[in-house]
């Protein structure tokens, strides 16, 4: 049974529908009737407690699987935790879809718990979207609202241009699930192909079989289009108004049904044409090459984001030829093949920031440890560097080597706490007792802060923080790491464990 929300199960239903199938989810009351119906739709859920840590591990997972990971918090302040690991996605155009549980607008301010404003809230880096909140006896209006903006949301990801945030407003009484079966949503796909023979072949097919075709073109300022008389000969109908600038071409209002229209054009000034299609059930293609999703029709079902004058010459292409255009995919070797083929020890290896990762540059090849190298180097901040390696290895069997500092490794501890993180993930800290970039910065040793504030020196070890979190603990000590690290990597490889190792190895090297 799912929720009985209607917009939480429009949601559901469409992130089945855009392919999404993955989900980094944080504890809440206010997001559990989100995270029940992910559930009972069989999504990979992937629980994390601590939301500083979620995001980063939702990196993670992307990286290993290479498709768009939701992250489900709930409202208040779990969503501004994410914020750090949502730049880092941004500023490396990873699709994290951030959907955050929030409380009535009318309660911010009014001294409720957890009730703040939440749309925007990670606008510099994700692009931000509101889901209107639904009840069982709003009109059919209200349903193509929601309907459209989810649709708009999960179609902005599809353009993998980095994280898209959606906040879903949650009206109490709010744990009841008696609705048998999500609803069957309209689906809005967006395609921005690099070349017209990239236009996926099944919508050329459509176009190809369409036996009342129509081309409606609104407000149009551009360039005239050169291939409309063509189109006209190949069977096609066109609506133009004369603040198209192509009323000659027209046919007037539409008199028959029409299975296939292409809307291309701004606004219309007959408002006849707007409500004579919106009582038809026509596949609507929009052309245009904005990321804009306008629906004047209510029956979007395709976005094109291509030039108009180009899309109309391929159009009348298209008819002429009769037959679709196909791209020639290239050939694919799956991550476990090129594993295998490399005869690699890890199949991916992470690299905290700072320290660590400058000293794995000048003295680690990543091709004889790793098929793949990561680093969060999107903003280069030292959180989340554990996470994104735990995120990782939670979507493969491979073993993951993440090696990093003292100061990452602290600030990013709670990446263990996980359920299922197990022996496949294998740690090297190096602790060196502070941060060891500041006394690298010429002129910076000369200030008497420089230990105690700068560099955060410190006497703790990583010894408890295993225990708490039931991992393998080892510890070395090194005063040449460089001549040290095979023997330590060895024994980090070949220890038994159920759950994640870490091999503490106290650097001595002042040249670390």
């Known amino acids: 049974m799912f929720c009985d929300k209607p917009h939480v199960n429009t949601l559901t239903s469409l992130l089945l529908a855009h392919g999404l199938h993955d989900a980094v989810v944080c504890p809440g009351s206010r997001n559990a009737v989100i995270i029940h119906n992910l559930h009972e739709a069989d999504f990979n859920l992937y629980p994390v407690t601590d939301e500083r840590s979620a995001a ?8 290993a699987i290479r498709r768009p990971i939701i992250v489900c918090v709930t409202s208040g302040s779990a969503l501004l935790n994410l914020l750090p690991g949502v730049a880092e996605a941004a500023f490396r155009r990873i699709p994290l879809f951030i959907i955050s549980a929030d409380r009535p607008a009318q309660w911010i301010g009014q001294l409720d718990g957890q009730t703040l404003p939440q749309h925007g809230a990670l606008q510099s880096y994700a692009s931000a979207w509101t889901l209107p909140e639904l009840t069982p006896s709003d009109t059919a209006e209200h349903h193509w609202y929601c309907n459209r903006v989810a649709n708009e949301a999960l179609s902005t990801l599809s353009k993998q241009e980095g994280p898209v945030h959606l906040n879903v407003p949650i009206s109490e009484p709010l744990f009841s699930f008696s609705v048998p079966q999500l609803p069957v949503e309209r689906i809005i796909h967006t395609y921005h192909p690099l070349a017209l023979c990239d236009i996926p072949e099944h919508l050329q097919q459509i176009i190809l079989q369409a036996k009342a075709p129509l081309l409606v073109i609104g ?15 190949l069977g096609w109908k066109v609506f133009a108004e004369n603040i198209s600038n192509h009323a000659e071409f027209s046919d007037g209002l539409p008199t028959t049904s029409h ?7 701004g606004a219309f000034v007959n408002k006849d044409i707007k409500l004579l299609l919106r009582r038809q059930q026509p596949v609507i293609i929009r052309i245009d090459d904005t990321n804009e999703m306008p629906d004047t029709f209510c029956h979007l079902a395709y976005k094109l984001r291509i030039p108009v004058p180009t899309a109309v ?7 002429t030829a009769g037959t679709p255009q196909v791209a020639v995919s290239p050939s694919n070797h799956s991550l476990a ?5 490399q005869k690699c020890s890890f199949v991916a290896l992470f690299l905290g920031n700072s320290t660590a990762v ?18 969060n180097r999107g903003t280069n901040g030292i959180e989340g560097c554990l996470s994104v390696a735990a995120g990782y290895s939670l979507a493969t069997k491979h073993l993951v080597l993440c090696i990093l500092g003292d100061l990452s490794f602290f600030y990013d501890a709670n990446a263990l706490w996980n359920v299922r ?26 200030s008497p802060a420089l230990t105690d504030y700068i560099a955060a020196s410190h006497p703790f070890t990583a010894k408890g923080i295993a225990a708490s979190f039931d991992c393998t603990y080892l510890s070395q000590t090194s005063s040449d790491l ?14 038994s464990s159920e759950r994640p190792v870490v091999m503490e190895i106290f650097v001595e090297d002042e040249n670390y």
């Open 219 to 233: 407000q149009y300022e551009d360039t005239p289009l050169q291939d409309l008389q063509k189109l006209k000969s």
């Open 421 to 446: 993180l197990c022996a496949n993930l294998r740690i090297m800290l190096l602790n060196n007792g502070h941060g060891g970039i500041f006394s690298k910065l010429p002129g910076l040793a000369q």
């Open 358 to 375: 400058r000293w794995a540059e000048r003295h680690i090849s990543r091709h004889r440890l790793a098929e793949h190298t990561y680093c």
């Open 259 to 265: 299975d296939v229209i292409v809307h291309i054009g």
């Open 56 to 63: 980063f591990i939702a990196i993670g997972l992307w990286l």
């Open 482 to 495: 460089t001549a040290d690290f095979d023997c330590f990597l060895e024994k980090l490889m070949e220890v």
């Open 337 to 341: 093949t090129l594993f295998h083929s």
């Open 313 to 319: 010459n391929w159009l009348s292409h298209l008819c």
